[in-house]
């Protein structure tokens, strides 16, 4: 990590850091958000922002996703440009800090107007951008729609909406009563081909958000990503075992996922909501 700093805004203690890949001679700008010691709270839940990106899949190709790549990993002080503000461990007996590394956008703002009504009828391109977002929002009932949340593209002609702070989603609970959120479906149609995709997934698909991310204990007690194993507690987001975590959405979490791609589906068959 060659550097780090706080990010001016936000309520979770992000920062904004460059790393460097000397292997493939490239430096990436990232964001880095710690995760709580409980490895979930109430507006800094790893599981639920890595399962966001995870959910899009089922209906995006990659250039469109609305949710920036994010990966979890447990870094030692050493790894953090700022070594002295990384000496506890996330995790009692071991040696680093877990933490979720995510896309820096460029070339992004926060929008006056997230949704121009008269605009998504005249412009079938802002519309698709926009009804995508509304669809990934709806699927995994994103309910913090705070203006800074969410980022549109500075290119007006291909103006991505994208998804930036999801730890407020999945559950019904917890969420952000004074504002304006987007866990319904507000804009009047979707994209056809979307909906297509949504038609396709599979129980699997579904089940594999169970365990988002694993990590595994080695000898020189640093928690390493590995492959997922079977769930330890479907009925648990946070799961572990001896020298395991696993992070992942709830048996509950992952029926209300299905339950409202079974509701969208049977608005667009019956012409509830049209597609394009």
């Known amino acids: 990590m060659r550097s780090e700093r706080r990010t001016a805004k936000g309520v979770s203690g992000a920062s904004r850091v460059s790393v460097v890949?000397?292997?493939?001679g490239v430096e990436v700008t990232l964001k880095w958000k710690s995760m709580p010691a409980s490895l979930?709270?109430?507006?800094?839940?790893?599981?639920?922002?890595?399962?966001?990106?995870?959910?899009?899949?089922?209906f995006l190709d990659p250039e469109d996703f609305v949710v920036p790549p994010s990966v979890a990993r447990c870094l030692a002080?050493?790894?953090?440009?700022?070594?002295?503000?990384?000496?506890?461990?996330?995790?009692?007996?071991?040696?680093?800090e877990l933490g979720i590394f995510s896309l820096w956008l460029e070339d992004v703002e926060i929008p006056e107007l997230l949704y121009d009504e008269a605009r998504f009828v005249s412009d079938p391109v802002y519309a698709r951008y926009l009804a995508n977002f509304n669809i990934l929002t709806y699927l995994i009932r994103h309910?913090?729609?705070?203006?800074?949340?969410?980022?549109?593209?500075?290119?007006?002609?291909r103006r991505i909406v994208f998804a930036i702070d999801n730890g407020i989603s999945f559950s019904g609970f917890v969420y952000n009563w004074f504002i304006d959120n987007w866990d319904d479906l507000k804009v009047p149609a979707l994209p056809r081909d979307s909906v297509a995709r949504l038609r396709d997934t599979t129980a699997a698909d579904l089940q594999a958000l169970g365990v988002v991310v694993q990590f595994e204990r080695d000898d020189d007690a640093m928690l390493r990503v590995v492959v997922p194993g079977a769930n330890f507690?479907?009925?648990?987001?946070?799961?572990?075992?001896?020298g395991t975590i696993q992070l992942g959405l709830t048996a509950d979490e992952i029926a209300g996922i299905a339950e409202r791609i079974e509701r969208l589906l049977g608005a667009v068959d019956t012409g509830e909501i049209p597609v394009f």
Not at 143 to 157: E, I, K, M, T, Y
Not at 233 to 242: A, F, K, L, Q, T
């Open 21 to 24: 890949f000397p292997e493939h």
């Open 40 to 58: 979930d709270g109430i507006n800094n839940s790893p599981r639920r922002e890595i399962a966001s990106y995870r959910v899009q899949p089922l």
């Open 77 to 96: 002080p050493e790894e953090f440009a700022q070594p002295d503000l990384h000496r506890k461990p996330t995790r009692e007996n071991t040696g680093c």
């Open 143 to 157: 309910r913090d729609g705070r203006r800074g949340n969410f980022l549109v593209a500075r290119d007006d002609s």
């Open 233 to 242: 507690d479907p009925n648990e987001g946070v799961r572990i075992r001896d």
